[in-house]
């Protein structure tokens, strides 16, 4: 009820490729989607995020799209960059503010 | 720029030694959680306090943890004892006022590794 399912577990894209990552979830309680963003050796920050009355958010190069039927998300990187490599985490709130995240996909972005 | 701190950064402690793991929230957060991340589990809630009061620390286990806020600039995370399986990365993150789903500001982490 409580997971949030994550794929792929890592990702290679070519500079200026779009970098897509999909997350699914269960719990029905869950009225907010962030994605986070994590670089070795420091904690997650957060990315976009997005509430469930919405199916597209984007900012910048960074687009989330939302599917409240078939409970799943993803994360959309334009033109991606070398700079966009690191760990990438989608996440379900409930209005407590507590995170469920996903396992994590490893971006790797080839200059 | 405010952030969130920890201390230390780094630890490592034989088995069965305590360790006690500190942050200090951003200024005017009342909410201030703890996660820890291994690669098997990726990022575990542990447990949270708002305005100082722990609402939540189910995924704690109870009988070597224990999580508590002395004051509004302080968190603790204390292992008794320190296990192996006790090696991750232990993030310290909060939140500010109000209720409803809000940012989380992380800290830097605490590596811990337990011999």
């Known amino acids: 009820q409580q997971q949030v399912k994550q794929s792929p577990q890592s990702l290679i894209v070519q500079k200026g490729g779009i970098s897509i990552i999909n997350c699914a979830y269960e719990?029905?309680?869950?009225?907010?989607f962030p994605w986070y963003q994590q670089f070795p050796g420091k904690g997650p920050a957060l990315l976009i995020a997005?509430?469930?009355?919405?199916s597209e958010k984007k900012e910048g190069r960074f687009t989330i799209s939302f599917n409240k039927s078939a409970k799943q998300f993803s994360l959309h990187i334009m033109d991606s960059q070398p700079g966009d490599s690191a760990t990438y985490f989608c996440?379900?709130?409930?209005?407590?503010?507590?995170?469920?995240f996903g396992q994590g996909t490893i971006l790797t972005v080839h200059p | 720029d405010a952030r969130v701190t920890q201390t230390p950064r780094h630890k490592v402690t034989e088995m069965g030694q305590e360790v006690t793991m500190r942050c200090q929230p951003i200024l005017g957060h009342n909410t201030v959680f703890w996660y820890r991340q291994t690669m098997m589990q990726g990022l575990e809630l542990l447990a949270y306090f708002r305005n100082r009061a722990p609402l939540d620390d189910s995924g704690m286990p109870k009988d070597r943890f224990s999580a508590e806020m002395p004051d509004a600039t302080l968190a603790t995370l204390k292992i008794q004892p320190s296990e192996p399986r006790d090696s991750a990365v232990y993030f310290c993150?909060?939140?500010?006022?109000?209720?409803?789903?809000?940012?989380?500001?992380f800290g830097p982490g605490t590596r811990l590794t337990v011999t």
């Open positions: 997005i509430r469930p009355d919405v």
């Open positions: 719990n029905t309680a869950f009225d907010y």
């Open positions: 996440a379900g709130d409930t209005s407590y503010g507590k995170l469920t």
């Open positions: 993150a909060s939140g500010p006022l109000g209720g409803g789903p809000y940012e989380q500001y």
